[in-house]
């Protein structure tokens, strides 16, 4: 957790010394696929989007990045029979910021619970929620606040204990300065997020948010990992890149280690924290699975 704390006063570092324009200017994620909608919760508007019909997967994205990282996952599930409500983070897209300095990893996940109430249906009592990356904190602190909301938890490259084993405060500087040239920037993404030579989709050059990741490095800092560390009771799927830097696998062995009756661990080989654009059919294909396996069970809790 420290090295985040550490990254929130570089990145405003950087801000000072490069320019506030320059360094929040990069280009707008792409769309994010579905129906927008957005929900008020206290004053400020949470955008959504949803696809598809059956039971719902609710879907949180990495540190800074915008849920249209789940498009082709998206249309994967609507073909599978999945509903996809993808909810954007503070400050991405309609989404508005949060300006409280005490914002915590609950408050997100309080946003969570007022977008599923609003986008119902009151008849569907239990969701599916999926995190990639630092949403796979806001999912679990979302499941075990609301467990009772909660069908199964579903985290793809999921950190929280194990610390990454690059130097990310040197990595996030770069990749969040957009100042500096794609030529610079576009090599620490890759070293930070992606497996060996796996190419950089031109969506993982821009679509960076550094005003959403100060808000979700200060949450972090301010709740404790075991308040949200377990996800709850329900079952848990944990999709592991092989070769993920920033949450290395052993936080995916200590949650194996320490629920070993209800976390399945499926590593992701030649995938690093990216994940979603290295191996979209092998995520696809195990998020699939997993869901089919548990549509049909009687809820836990």
Not at 220 to 236: F, K, M
């Amino acid at each position: 957790m420290r090295w985040l704390i550490r990254c929130a006063l570089l990145l405003v570092t950087a801000t000072l010394a490069l320019g506030v324009y320059s360094f929040l200017s990069f280009d707008a994620a792409r769309p994010l696929a579905g129906e927008a909608g957005s929900v008020q919760v206290e004053g400020r508007r949470v955008a959504y989007s949803l696809s598809g019909r059956g039971p719902t997967v609710v879907m949180l994205a990495s540190a800074g990045r915008s849920a249209s990282d789940f498009n082709e996952l998206i249309a994967e599930l609507s073909a599978a029979g999945y509903r996809s409500l993808a909810i954007e983070a503070p400050g991405v897209g309609d989404s508005d910021p949060i300006s409280d300095p005490e914002v915590s990893l609950h408050d997100l996940a309080a946003n969570v619970a007022a977008v599923v109430d609003a986008v119902g249906p009151a008849s569907e009592t239990r969701v599916f929620v999926l995190g990639h990356a630092f949403g796979n904190r806001v999912a679990r602190a979302f499941a075990s606040a609301f467990p009772e909301r909660v069908r199964a938890t579903l985290l793809l490259a999921a950190g929280g204990r194990v610390p990454p084993e690059i130097d990310i405060e040197k990595a996030f500087e770069t990749i969040f300065a957009a100042a500096l040239p794609d030529s610079v920037r576009v090599p620490v993404i890759q070293g930070a997020f992606f497996a060996g030579d796996n190419p950089v989709p031109d969506h993982w050059v821009s679509g960076w948010y550094p005003s959403t990741l100060l808000i979700q490095t200060r949450a972090t800092s301010q709740t404790p990992v075991e308040s949200w560390w377990d996800a709850g009771g329900a079952p848990i799927l944990v999709l592991q890149p092989g070769d993920d830097v920033l949450a290395p696998p052993g936080n995916a062995e200590l949650l194996r280690q320490a629920f070993p009756e209800r976390v399945r661990v499926v590593e992701i080989p030649n995938a690093g924290h990216a994940l979603l654009p290295e191996r979209p059919e092998r995520v696809a294909h195990h998020v699939v699975e997993f869901l089919d396996a548990r549509s049909g069970e009687q809820p836990q809790g």
